[in-house]
């Protein structure tokens, strides 16, 4: 059975830093295409960033630049790094990994990933 489990949300302030861990049981990440996707009241959720199994990544615009998405393959986690936080950056944060193998690995391809985690909520205040 496979379990995602996030960690590393919190409050911060405008400007900070915040990294996200996913751990996986029962998972491989570096065999898979993951990723990490948000979501905030009353928005519907959006792909964050991807990595693919040869580490050829993605990310949203929005993000670019100042998060990145990594993997430690010797302790099986998945990494975001997030920096110059704002505002807009509030949101719950999801581990997703694909199920199927062939699948278009993109944070935008949200149908690609069919394990997520529980999500860890980032709160930035301004």
């Known amino acids: 059975q496979v379990q995602l489990v996030e960690s590393g949300g919190g409050s911060v302030q405008s400007g900070g830093s915040l990294r996200l861990s996913c751990a996986a049981s029962?998972?491989?990440?570096?065999?898979?295409?993951v990723g990490w996707f948000r979501e905030a009241p009353g928005k519907k959720r959006e792909g964050v960033a991807s990595i693919d199994r040869d580490g050829t990544t993605s990310y949203a615009e929005s993000v670019k630049g100042r998060f990145t998405i990594s993997q430690d393959n010797a302790k099986n986690t998945l990494t975001l790094q997030m920096n110059t936080l704002t505002p807009e950056d509030t949101a719950m944060y999801y581990c997703?990994?694909?199920?199927?193998?062939?699948?278009?690995?993109?944070?935008?391809?949200?149908?690609?990933?069919?394990?997520w985690g529980q999500g860890t909520q980032v709160t930035v205040s301004s």
């Open positions: 029962g998972y491989t990440f570096s065999s898979n295409c």
């Open positions: 997703a990994a694909e199920m199927y193998r062939g699948g278009w690995c993109h944070h935008r391809s949200v149908i690609t990933f069919g394990y």
